[in-house]
């Protein structure tokens, strides 16, 4: 049985110094190297969360500008690769940027959006829980250590404003951008009604 719930999209985070401490290449191969399966499967190849989703390290705490790449080319190496299956994918229709996602196994109930100043879509979870709740906000400090994230820039024809995200099972993904209204459709339906007027 399929259960399908929609998540809140929250635009009011006003957390300050958030994902100030950068993910470093060199800090996420320590992180992967002590074998830990669920970091494996939180990070590793093929993970919405990956640093290296992309072909090359990003961290994936810092905005990419995911919607001016189609998924087919900048997925092909990792879909190329036999041993992994890629997770993620997205697409745009006339209508909506959607992004498709498997969730890590673990934190399913702490995933949340964000969307940041109407320009970032940030899609964030706990995947381990914290020592000391609420003494200090781990998005802070060394986030890997706790929690995931994937930030996002939003086109700019994106209306952050009516993002919807959809969660399937607790597993599975979805988010649905809307495409703004073209507007020079309607100011050149104006701009003849004016000339036949005169």
Same mark, same amino acid.
């Given at each position: 049985?399929?259960?399908?719930?929609?998540? *809140?999209?929250?635009?009011?985070?006003?957390?300050? =110094?958030?994902?100030?401490?950068?993910?470093?290449?060199?800090?996420?191969?320590?992180?992967?190297?002590?074998?830990?399966?669920?970091? =494996?499967?939180?990070?590793? @190849?093929?993970?919405?969360?990956?640093?290296?989703?992309?072909? !090359?390290?990003?961290?994936?705490?810092? &905005?990419?500008?995911?919607?001016?790449? *189609?998924?087919?080319?900048?997925?092909?190496?990792?879909?190329?690769?036999?041993?992994?299956?890629?997770?993620?994918?997205?697409?745009?229709? @006339?209508?909506?940027?959607?992004?498709?996602?498997?969730?890590?196994?673990?934190?399913?109930?702490?995933?949340?959006?964000?969307?940041?100043?109407?320009?970032?879509?940030?899609?964030?979870?706990?995947?381990?829980?914290?020592? *000391?709740?609420?003494?200090?906000?781990?998005?802070?400090?060394?986030?890997?250590?706790?929690? +995931?994230?994937?930030?996002?820039?939003?086109?700019?024809?994106? @209306?952050?404003?009516?993002?919807? &995200? +959809?969660?399937?099972?607790?597993?599975?993904?979805?988010? !649905?951008?809307?495409?703004?209204?073209?507007?020079?459709?309607? &100011?050149?339906?104006? &701009?003849?009604?004016?000339?036949?007027?005169?």
């Amino acid at each position: 049985m399929t259960s399908c719930r929609q998540l *809140e999209v929250r635009s009011e985070d006003q957390t300050p =110094q958030k994902w100030c401490v950068p993910l470093t290449e060199d800090v996420f191969g320590k992180l992967m190297s002590k074998g830990s399966p669920t970091v =494996q499967t939180v990070f590793g @190849d093929g993970s919405l969360f990956s640093p290296w989703l992309f072909g !090359k390290f990003f961290d994936p705490s810092d &905005a990419f500008p995911l919607w001016d790449f *189609e998924s087919d080319v900048l997925l092909s190496k990792l879909r190329s690769s036999s041993s992994t299956q890629s997770s993620v994918d997205w697409l745009q229709t @006339d209508s909506d940027y959607v992004l498709k996602a498997d969730l890590p196994g673990v934190g399913k109930g702490s995933v949340q959006v964000f969307v940041e100043h109407g320009k970032v879509v940030v899609i964030t979870g706990l995947w381990k829980q914290l020592k *000391e709740p609420k003494t200090k906000d781990w998005r802070t400090g060394h986030w890997w250590e706790h929690g +995931y994230v994937r930030r996002l820039e939003l086109p700019e024809n994106a @209306d952050w404003r009516k993002i919807e &995200a +959809y969660l399937s099972n607790d597993v599975f993904l979805e988010v !649905k951008i809307p495409k703004k209204p073209l507007e020079c459709d309607n &100011a050149q339906g104006r &701009a003849g009604e004016i000339e036949e007027t005169e």
